[in-house]
């Protein structure tokens, strides 16, 4: 290889090597654009510094050959570069574009409505209106499986639900707001809170004042089925005799008025619909519970909302940012927002604010502050890992490899800061991935996608491997990766002093290759800067040996020019 400094060769080599810890030291003598590398092939890829940009550029592609790229810090933004609503988090901006923003995929899915979505996609987040916003959450199924759950919403509360009726809440709420000049208001009376629609026409509307309103025009309606039940008991409108009618008879203990049905009874069982069979208390209203409606004694589907077009939410009114999804407001509290448990198969010891139950649980990072912690729960009854597991199942043929700031990846993590109203990317050296022990930050990914490992301070912990031929245990570890890869065999190998295991036994490779043995590239960076120590020592001491060997051929009449030619 020909380098050239000013335009002269500086360095003719196959090969160059920089010893020592300064590297390359480029000093353009003022704030200006600088050249750093440019390699003589076709297309001459080049990397330099960009001065009014205050970042390194490439012309050309960076591939990482191995191991996982991580990204930290507070946001981030995809085609944008802030957000003063988010401070951890990530943003999407669309820009002028009116299809998916989010697509969800499964090579298992083959569904027939290629001309909403492609047919492997079984979710997708878009906009609404193209011109005004709005979420759009959408499932797609195939006919593959059961004829339900294209879109399916499950929570669990992890306690007792509570039981106050006058401005109390529930385990599942669903609040609705309005605009309000720069913030938001409650719905006016009368105003539509929460819809459920088929196919765009709206069927189920529950107004400002929380009446249910069917929307069925000049029709008979169906308005209660028990189809579980033997004989399926029911309650529907009929338009012709334009009244309701019930198809089972009616136990009513109190006053029946033409006018509607008023239930007046002192004792706890006031209201019961009875049916034949397993299923006996259906429906209740009990007055000792300030006349809940319980359901007892069913077993099936409890809830279902199918073919919604608006949002579900809970202790809140409205959410100016979702048309159709959930929205959960906490308020006040900082507990858990949304626990997923398993009382049948879960049940650990971390009972300090957490039920044993627990396997999942949602909540804020900071009290006072918001963020998403996202907790994982797991006993000893199963393999010693999986606490949280994030698991990218891409419908592709094959995964990006785009090795550019463009690249993404079948699992991406992105970090971003708030701007001006939008999210941003973190500036210079802000940490972007951190992964900690407990309270203690072991590994860092900054935005520049430099990689902080915390090598701790114990003897073990910063060896470099002095009392090791480093040469000889890299070579080593070259054979042991190398197995049937092409590594060439050298004569000198018969007489290495180390071999595979005594990589697995210095903590470098974590197991032999063939057990699937993967390596510490922190302990082979230490390696590396041992070896380098090491070559540095000898290379020193030949040095010296020359010095005195030129001194003694001169000493010994030899020509000072044959010695420098």
């Excluded at 591939?63 to 946001?75: C, E, P, T």
């Excluded at 338009?239 to 008879?249: H, L």
């Excluded at 010891?349 to 900071?366: H, P, S």
Aim: with cysteine; proline share 1%; net charge negative.
């Amino acid at each position: 290889m020909t380098a050239y400094l000013n335009g002269k060769e500086v360095i003719d080599a196959e090969s160059v090597l920089i010893r020592g810890v300064n590297g390359i030291d480029v000093n353009p003598g003022s704030d200006i654009d600088a050249d750093l590398v440019t390699v003589g092939v076709t297309g001459a890829p080049k990397l330099w510094w960009d001065e009014s940009e205050d970042a390194f550029v490439s012309s050309k592609e960076f591939q990482i050959a191995a191991g996982n790229l991580f990204h930290n810090g507070s946001l981030v933004c995809i085609n944008d570069t802030a957000n003063a609503n988010m401070t951890i988090g990530a943003t999407f901006n669309q820009g002028p574009n009116d299809d998916e923003i989010v697509a969800l995929k499964s090579s298992d899915v083959a569904h027939a409505m290629t001309g909403i979505a492609e047919a492997d996609t079984f979710g997708v987040f878009q906009k609404t209106a193209a011109g005004s916003g709005g979420l759009n959450i959408r499932g797609f199924k195939s006919a593959a499986g059961n004829a339900y759950q294209a879109l399916s919403l499950m929570g669990m509360l992890g306690e007792a639900a509570t039981t106050t009726k006058a401005a109390g809440h529930a385990v599942v709420e669903v609040d609705a707001y309005v605009v309000s000049g720069s913030s938001i208001t409650g719905v006016a009376a009368d105003g539509n809170l929460f819809g459920i629609c088929n196919g765009g026409t709206a069927k189920l509307i529950f107004d400002a004042e929380g009446t249910m309103h069917q929307i069925t025009g000049d029709n008979d309606l169906d308005l209660l089925c028990l189809s579980g039940t033997t004989g399926t008991p029911k309650l529907w409108w009929d338009e012709s005799e334009d009244k309701f009618a019930i198809n089972k008879g009616l136990d009513a203990v109190g006053i029946l008025r033409s006018t509607g049905v008023t239930i007046d009874q002192t004792g706890n069982a006031v209201f019961t619909i009875q049916s034949t069979g397993a299923y006996n208390y259906v429906f209740t209203l009990d007055s000792a519970d300030n006349y809940k409606l319980k359901v007892s004694g069913y077993v099936g589907n409890i809830l279902t909302l199918d073919g919604i077009t608006g949002g579900v939410f809970i202790n809140d009114t409205a959410n100016a940012n979702t048309t159709m999804g959930l929205t959960v407001q906490q308020s006040t509290n900082d507990n858990h927002i949304v626990t997923l448990k398993s009382a049948t198969d879960v049940a650990h010891a971390i009972t300090t604010g957490y039920e044993l139950d627990d396997f999942g649980v949602f909540k804020k990072a900071e009290a006072a502050a918001g963020g998403l912690m996202m907790v994982g729960l797991k006993s000893s009854a199963g393999v010693a890992g999986h606490a949280v597991q994030i698991q990218g199942i891409l419908d592709e043929t094959a995964a990006d490899t785009t090795k550019s700031a463009a690249g993404i990846g079948v699992v991406t993590i992105d970090g971003c800061l708030e701007g001006t109203n939008v999210a941003a990317v973190c500036g210079a050296n802000e940490n972007l991935l951190a992964v900690r022990n407990l309270t203690t930050t072991c590994f860092i990914v900054d935005a520049e996608g430099d990689l902080f490992a915390n090598s701790g301070t114990t003897t073990a912990a910063v060896t470099v491997y002095d009392e090791h031929d480093d040469a000889e245990l890299l070579r080593a570890y070259a054979l042991a990766i190398g197995k049937d890869r092409g590594v060439v065999d050298r004569e000198h190998d018969k007489w290495l002093k180390y071999n595979e295991a005594h990589l697995v036994e210095l903590g470098i490779l974590g197991d032999t290759i063939e057990n699937g043995g993967l390596t510490c590239i922190t302990k082979l960076q230490k390696l590396l800067v041992g070896y380098a120590n090491q070559a540095e020592d000898k290379m020193r001491q030949m040095g010296e040996k020359l010095e005195r060997y030129e001194q003694a051929l001169l000493d010994m009449g030899a020509s000072p020019a044959l010695l420098t030619a």
